[in-house]
């Protein structure tokens, strides 16, 4: 059961937070494979964006599920990520591979984009992408975001930005229950406010000194504290 105090904890340390007007969303199904698989403990920015851009610059007509699964195994899941990501990674492309068979298999016989949407939506969706190795709750959540599911993606920053706020670990369950609940009462898309957090939390700009900061004793924070109001009075 979510907490009021708990509740108020994060809206206030979303006050501190921009929110993006809006998400963007890939046309080509295996676009929102490539980035959910790839973004696996990876630096997005560094990673992600210039494969994704790799692909799309040379491989623009691997545009449906049926083209990448026989892509990947006509090459081989080990050939795929150094041909047509330009990527050394090997094991990549097997769960690639796997990741496009669960949502072919549950192919409603629409085209690939509103089937995989529908099939994010459904029940079963959770239990059988995460029966994938190498997909976890977050890149789960992740790709049914990139479907235009109103969802959560549980990662290292939404985490740490949840636990800085309420002072105490949270794990992937409760900061879903936490961040949808904090949306209904904003009247926010959830996945809006989980964008913002990841966006925020991604920039060390803003990242490094509230971290610094959570990490001093509470006799260093009074020294900060005497420090910045002297700064402040010497300013105004």
Known sequence: MNSTNDIEKIKSELEHITLVPALEYYDNPCLIILDAVMSRSRVYEKTVVPKIKYFKENYSDINTLEKLIDTIERDGPENFAPKYLD?????????????????????????????????????????????????????????????????????VHILKFISNALGRKVKEQEAIDLLTFVAKEMDTPVAIIDNSIWQYMSNPNNTDIKSKLQNMSLEELFVIKEYVKDLIEKKS
């Open 87 to 155: 990527y050394r990674f090997k094991q990549l492309g097997q769960v690639l591979l796997d990741t496009a068979m669960v949502f072919n298999d549950n192919k409603l016989g629409i085209d690939d984009l509103e089937s995989m949407r529908l099939f994010a939506e459904s029940p079963n969706f959770y239990k059988d992408i995460q029966k994938v190795n190498g997909i976890g709750i977050a890149t789960a959540r992740y790709l049914a975001i990139l479907l235009n599911v109103d969802t959560v993606k549980p990662d």
